[in-house]
């Protein structure tokens, strides 16, 4: 798929005093790009729309290029230590986006310049939590694959963690963007993982995404390439011949990987908020999204509030079909979770 290309361009003046934001501007000056500035990225005004939509859309095609000043690391658990922050946002337009409820009614994009300022920071949290392993995760404000051509932050990431005896690195992505990272020296120290689900789901919901041909492409070139590999299926939706195809994902899958990887799977049935589900009817009014509080059972989260799960039945079978698929095709491989 074609790269991810701004409409305009949002800097923080302070981003322009690093190597990175000038190498960014003069490039988007050469495309054309409309530029603008901004007094923090925090801040952003200038994203034009009346819509709820038309914010939305606009906002995923306004990158903001800023400086990351709060070097405290959130919390993610239960899949790292900390949250790297590389990047905030995407480009894609999944209608379930697990960012949906978190940034608001106009994501923008927004990159960071002072990398360097970054994994110095990471550096002292890996010190701090000694002789133990501490974990990072690349993607829990963004899917970080789309701007990786403008920043590569990834890369550095990786080569950073590299040379660390107890920093793990690890990031997901629905992108196939993935050649700049090929050979890079990772020293198995960070984790890849896709993020997949059928082509159907992917063709309705998922837009602005890579598809999953080219997501399995991508894959195979990580396992080539000797990562660490993971797979996230996600939302697992049911809908006719939802086994079917399923199936044949995971056999597209062990056909494109065999012999050259393990890789780990971990399993998240769709599920839903209020919020969420309003947010989503606001933003994408036609949404076929199978939403239906009467067909789900609810279920307090940890964080107090509630979530509209598969039924317990359904969500037996599900867990039955999965073990099984995954089971005869990758043998060897570990299934992290299903919920
Ligand atoms: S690719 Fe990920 S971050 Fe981007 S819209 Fe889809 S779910 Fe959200």
Not at 1 to 26: C, K, N, S, T, W
Not at 169 to 193: A, M, P
Not at 250 to 261: F, T
Not at 306 to 323: A, C, L, Q
Request: proline share 6%; with cysteine.
């Amino acid at each position: 798929m074609d790269r991810f290309v701004p409409q305009r361009v949002i800097f923080e003046p302070a981003a322009l005093q690093y190597p990175l934001g000038q190498r960014l501007e003069h490039h988007f000056r050469q495309l054309g790009v409309e530029i603008q500035t901004t007094p923090s990225h925090n801040r952003v005004t200038g994203i034009p729309g009346k819509t709820a939509k038309e914010k939305y859309v606009q906002a995923k095609q306004s990158l903001v290029i800023g400086v990351r000043r709060t070097l405290k690391f959130a919390a993610c658990k239960p899949s790292a230590h900390y949250q790297l922050p590389l990047a905030t946002s995407c480009p894609g337009f999944c209608e379930y986006c697990y960012l949906q409820t978190t940034l608001g009614p106009k994501p923008a994009l927004r990159v960071y310049v002072n990398i360097d300022e970054i994994l110095a920071q990471a550096q002292e949290y890996i010190a701090e939590r000694a002789p133990q392993l501490t974990v990072f995760e690349g993607a829990a404000t963004s899917d970080p694959i789309p701007t990786e051509y403008l920043t590569g932050s990834l890369q550095r990431s990786i080569e950073f963690f590299a040379d660390t005896d107890l920093g793990r690195f690890r990031f997901v992505t629905k992108f196939s963007d993935v050649d700049s990272l090929l050979n890079t020296d990772h020293n198995g120290h960070s984790e890849i993982r896709f993020s997949l689900n059928t082509q159907k789901i992917i063709g309705q919901y998922e837009r602005g995404t890579a598809s999953l041909k080219s997501r399995i492409e991508a894959a195979h070139k990580i396992a080539l390439a000797g990562y660490p590999l993971g797979f996230l299926l996600a939302p697992i939706i049911l809908y006719d011949n939802w086994k079917e195809h399923y199936r044949m994902l995971i056999s597209d899958l062990a056909e494109a990987l065999s012999g050259i990887s393990k890789p780990s799977f971990e399993l998240i049935t769709h599920r839903f908020t209020k919020r969420a589900k309003a947010n989503i009817e606001r933003v994408f009014p036609t949404s076929t999204l199978p939403m239906q509080e009467e067909e789900r059972q609810f279920k307090f989260g940890q964080f107090g509030y509630g979530k509209y799960v598969y039924p317990k039945e359904t969500m037996e079978e599900i867990r039955d079909f999965f073990e099984e698929q995954i089971g005869q095709s990758f043998p060897q491989s570990e299934i992290k979770y299903l919920v």
